[in-house]
């Protein structure tokens, strides 16, 4: 079993509506999540991090973590084509290490 | 406030050769990460520094990979004798060990390696 599952996509969504991103995880204590966005070629690039459930918000971006279900979301409203990326999950697990696991990422498209 | 930088961009390789790759943390970061990356595939972790020491090492990690962090500021990751299935990209990553955002890593440009 994986330690952090994403579905590869792509995800197609229009210009505008609000894209969903889903991440699962294994390690019931991890405490921080985080998400990237990488463009085609590019290295991840952090857009959010949370580390208690709920949401929380960042101009179009929201996060939202539920540890119960082992379950974190991104949400991106409105939203634009040069969204168009892969979106990468990353978990540190509660483990004492410093590592980041990541899932495989899910390529999000958005058309005009 | 400059980024993490790594260099050199892109490297190609013959198999068997030696390679070494540099990163330049975020000026006041005192942890530095490397990763690496291949298609399709998130990054995987490879050794973690706080300041000059190595704490962690993964298992992905074999002989031939060496890390090193002299003075707490710069590092350099080696590869000896290299083979074709160590092309990848190779990124570098820092975070600053603070209450707010001790496990916030930020990532250099990657060196992508290309093993011939």
């Not at chain 1, 929380?56 to 409105?78: C, H, M, P």
């Not at chain 2, 540099?22 to 990054?43: A, F, K, V």
Request: glycine share 8%; charged share 20%.
């Amino acid at each position: 079993q994986k330690e952090v599952e994403q579905n590869s996509g792509p995800l197609s969504v229009p210009e505008g509506a609000i894209a969903s991103l889903n991440c699962t995880y294994s390690d019931r204590g991890s405490q921080s999540f985080f998400w990237y966005r990488q463009y085609s070629g590019k290295s991840p690039e952090l857009i959010m991090s949370i580390y208690s459930n709920g949401d929380k918000e960042d101009g179009r971006f929201t996060a939202q973590l539920n540890k119960a279900s082992q379950y974190v979301s991104l949400l991106i409203r409105d939203s634009q084509p040069s969204d168009s990326a892969t979106y990468l999950c990353a978990v540190k697990e509660n483990t004492g290490f410093q590592k980041l696991v990541f899932g495989t990422g899910t390529r999000l498209l958005v058309s005009p | 406030d400059t980024g993490v930088s790594q260099n050199p961009r892109h490297k190609i390789t013959k198999r068997g050769q030696n390679v070494t790759f540099r990163c330049d943390p975020i000026s006041e970061h005192n942890r530095l990460y490397w990763y690496r990356q291949t298609l399709g595939q998130g990054p995987e972790f490879l050794t973690y520094f706080q300041n000059e020491a190595q704490l962690e090492k993964s298992r992905l990690l074999s002989d031939r990979f060496s890390a090193e962090r002299p003075k707490g500021s710069f590092s350099t990751l080696e590869i000896q004798r290299t083979e074709q299935g160590d092309s990848a990209m190779y990124l570098c990553a820092s975070s600053l060990n603070s209450r707010s955002s001790s496990y916030e890593q930020y990532f250099g440009p990657g060196t992508r390696l290309t093993v011939t």
